[in-house]
């Protein structure tokens, strides 16, 4: 069985849009994302089963009936899709209630990997090739002092 061309492009921008909500920043986009992946895969699990008669032995011959399993699947599919979405709501609601939005915050090692990209800089290439062995702190700037201080007493508190 060949599937319809339209399931196919609707799979892809199913698929497409949950990826692309899944890498925002914000836990409503993902949830968004969350929800349109688990449509995209339960379409392309209901384009993979043969269609026939009803999968009930005595009501046709064994060879015209259709594969139950995909259906199974999807019905799990949608369970958990529905477990993570209820998961996720409650994430985004509890961060909008406390800090005023829902936005997931980069964390220390998050900065320091982007700052290392900035200066297009590998994890071990610090001080590869400068010739300098001096600390880091030396080369930190005044705002990165500030930011990695905030973070530590808000972790020490």
């Known amino acids: 069985m060949t599937p319809n061309l339209t399931y196919v492009i609707v799979v ?3 698929v497409a849009a949950g990826v692309t909500l899944l890498l925002e920043r914000s836990l409503t986009r993902v949830l ?3 929800i349109l992946l688990g449509n995209g895969a339960n379409m392309l699990l209901l384009t993979g089963g043969r269609s026939g008669t009803a999968p009930i032995v005595g009501v046709g011959p064994q060879e015209e009936m259709s594969d139950p399993l ?4 999807i019905l799990t599919a949608i369970v958990i899709t529905l477990g993570m979405t209820a998961f ?3 994430l985004a609601y509890r ?5 005023g939005h829902d936005e997931v915050q980069d964390d220390v090692e998050d900065r320091r990997i982007m ?3 900035e200066r297009d800089e590998g ?10 062995d001096d600390d880091d702190d030396d080369a930190k700037t005044e705002t990165e002092r500030s930011r990695t201080a905030a973070v530590d007493t808000g972790r020490a508190g």
């Open 115 to 117: 700052d290392l990209a």
């Open 88 to 90: 996720l709501l409650a």
């Open 32 to 34: 968004m994302g969350v």
């Open 123 to 132: 994890p071990g290439d610090a001080d590869a090739g400068t010739g300098d």
């Open 70 to 73: 995909p259906q199974a699947m």
């Open 12 to 14: 892809g921008v199913l």
């Open 95 to 99: 961060s909008w209630h406390l800090n």
